[in-house]
């Protein structure tokens, strides 16, 4: 498969997730406003809330995440030359602007782009990394982050994160209204029993739908990974110096000394550390090392 059907391919599967995920609110509201017969003001009040939330974390993720890894900067020219031409010259082929480049203290090969758009993008890198790999291989690091940049990640990933927000209020309003107000206002009407099958729909969309909706979240993180490598594969047109990059990080992996499970989607590895059981895997930010090695050897 080439680098080009790689990026259509995985771009068509980020579409399909988020379509399903949409698809699964709009279930769950309609649920809800059926067996309430509140009507859809829970939805429109969920999605008021959820976005509100999101947009704080849209406009100032990028610092948070930038302060919760512990990473110095921005960087010039003066201060690490190297690195900060390796993203200089990849800028310039992408044709895209010169993001603010951080440096995190940390023996632990690892990396990650933030911002919601180009123009206010930042990437960092530890010093493990810059340590580690050779020229190409951190050239293949540095334009898979850019990718994510380029690709609006940030942008799609807040989309997800409003969605999961809007699945966790409506459940949790499912529940409570099932709970406290729904029951009291069958048992007068049908004796109680449709005030209890309400409470037990609640109390299992309460449970399910939020899991599902953060498996959700997890495969298009992992999705967006894999059209970072492939575009990032396509800047560089070196495929191989990505992959060797990823073995090196997998085979030094370990816990990043400061670690957010908020921002952990961000890094290109997994910052806890590698996950070797396949049952885990449906639970990580990452797709397998292993599979991304694979697919960027497998580029014509």
Request: a positive charge.
């Amino acid at each position: 498969m080439t680098a080009y059907q790689q990026i259509a391919s995985n771009k068509r599967r980020s579409v399909l997730l988020v379509v399903l995920f949409i698809g699964m609110i709009l279930l769950i509201g309609w649920v809800l406003s059926y067996a309430s017969e509140t009507g859809p003001a829970a939805l429109v009040f969920a999605v008021i809330i959820a976005t509100m939330m999101s947009l704080v974390s849209y406009y100032a993720g990028d610092k948070i995440a930038l302060f919760s890894a512990g990473a110095h900067g921005p960087i010039q020219t003066a201060d690490q030359p190297y690195v900060y031409r390796l993203v200089e010259n990849l800028c310039i082929t992408a044709g895209m602007p010169l993001p603010k480049i951080y440096i995190i203290d940390d023996p632990v090969p690892n990396a990650f782009a933030t911002g919601r758009d180009p123009q206010h993008a930042s990437i960092a890198v530890t010093t493990g990394i810059i340590k580690l790999l050779e020229n190409e291989e951190l050239e293949g690091v540095i334009a898979h982050e850019l990718s994510h940049v380029k690709n609006y990640d940030i942008r799609l990933m807040t989309i997800v994160i409003i969605c999961v927000g809007i699945v966790s209020l409506l459940a949790n309003f499912f529940f409570r209204f099932s709970f406290i107000g729904g029951g009291q206002r069958r048992d007068s009407r049908s004796g109680g029993n449709a005030g209890l099958v309400l409470l037990l729909v609640g109390l299992v969309l309460m449970i399910v739908s939020p899991l599902i909706s953060k498996i959700i979240q997890l495969a298009v993180s992992r999705k967006r990974e894999f059209l970072a490598d492939a575009s990032g594969a396509l800047l560089t047109r070196y495929p191989e110096g990505l992959a060797r990059a990823l073995e090196k990080i997998d085979q030094h992996s370990a816990p990043l000394q400061r670690i957010n499970s908020a921002t952990a989607h961000l890094y290109i590895a997994n910052p806890f550390g590698s996950t070797k059981r396949s049952w885990r895997n449906l639970f990580s930010t990452h797709p397998p090392i292993i599979e991304r090695v694979q697919a960027l050897r497998s580029m014509a």
